[in-house]
């Protein structure tokens, strides 16, 4: 029965990339704020040593985590992210070294939720939330009119009745 199951072949949006890069960029900034407050203080105020230096070591990691997030990530979410809704299962789909492909079956949903932060929206974006009872699972990078014909799709199999707003 389950050797009928397809990889799943949808993709999220290559807009997706964009997102997720500015995020990162307001995440280092924070950080490297952050950071060169702290070597500021530790410089006016008479630390111990090793804080200015472990301080630096962490500097010197924040800025490898940001070519990280910034660059190399975004492009391997969107290329190895798939997604699949059909009658019986929603199929997630995601990681290259360590590839997670989940089956959700569709008689265990409880709820689809569509999420919009302000990049999300600049750029026309849903992230797709589908609670169990166990777990929500998320499928990022949807373009508008698809999130909201697949959350509709997912109700339909799903039997979940919708509220009116």
Known sequence: MLTNIQRPQQRIAAAYIFVKRLTSILETIVSLIFLAVLLILS??????????LVLWAILGLDLLYAIWSIGISPLLLQRYWRYEVDTAF???????????????????VQYVELEQGPFLRRYGLYT??????????????????????????????????????
């Open 90 to 108: 929603i199929q997630l789909q995601h990681g290259r070294f360590i590839c997670k492909h989940q089956l959700v079956p569709m008689t265990k």
């Open 43 to 52: 410089i006016v105020f008479p630390w111990y040593g090793w804080i200015t």
């Open 128 to 165: 797709i939330k589908i609670g169990t009872m166990g777990s929500v699972h998320k499928i990022p990078g949807i373009p508008d009119a698809e999130a909201v014909a697949l959350r509709k799709q997912i109700a339909l199999h799903a039997r979940i009745k919708e509220v009116e707003a």
